[in-house]
C-alpha cells in the first residue's frame, strides 16, 4: 500500500516559483510513474505532468509545458513539481498520485495524496 503526501503549496505572486513535493511511503514507489493533477474551484481535476518509474521521459500539459517540470527521487521515494512563471490560472489544489491505467484521465490514477494549495496572486 502506497500513501502520498504533497507539500510545498502557498501564496505566489504571478511570475513567482514555488516547488512542490510528494513524499510517498512504501517500497514500491519505484514501479509506479507519478502524476500530478490540479482541482481549481468548480473545476474538474486535471492533468498537470507525470513522469515515468525511472525519471524519465516527463510530459505535461500544454497549459503548462515550459513553465513546469517534474521529477522525482527513487532513493528519498519523492516525487517533485517545479512551478515557474505562475499565473493566477495555476491557482489550485495540487495532487499527487501513481498511476495505475494507461491514460491521463483521474480515474488511470490512485493513491492520492490530500493535495496542497497553490494560491497566485496578481
Known amino acids: 500500500q502506497v500513501q502520498l503526501v504533497e507539500s510545498g503549496g502557498g501564496l505566489v505572486q504571478v511570475g513567482g516559483s514555488l516547488r512542490l513535493s510528494c513524499a510517498a511511503s512504501?517500497?514500491?514507489?519505484?514501479?509506479?510513474?507519478m502524476g500530478w493533477f490540479r482541482q481549481a474551484p468548480g473545476k474538474e481535476r486535471e492533468f498537470v505532468a507525470a513522469?515515468?518509474?525511472?525519471?524519465?521521459?516527463?510530459y505535461y500539459a500544454t497549459s503548462v509545458k515550459g513553465r513546469f517540470t517534474t521529477s522525482r527521487d527513487n532513493v528519498k521515494n519523492m516525487a517533485y513539481l517545479q512551478m515557474n512563471r505562475v499565473e493566477p490560472e495555476d491557482t489550485a489544489v495540487y495532487y499527487c498520485?501513481?498511476?495505475?491505467?494507461?491514460?491521463?484521465?483521474?480515474?488511470?490514477?490512485?493513491?492520492w495524496g490530500p493535495g496542497t494549495q497553490v494560491t497566485v496572486s496578481s
Open positions: 498520485a501513481r498511476r495505475l491505467g494507461l491514460g491521463s484521465k483521474p480515474r488511470d490514477f490512485g493513491s
Open positions: 512504501g517500497r514500491t514507489f519505484n514501479n509506479y510513474a
Open positions: 513522469i515515468d518509474p525511472n525519471g524519465s521521459s516527463p
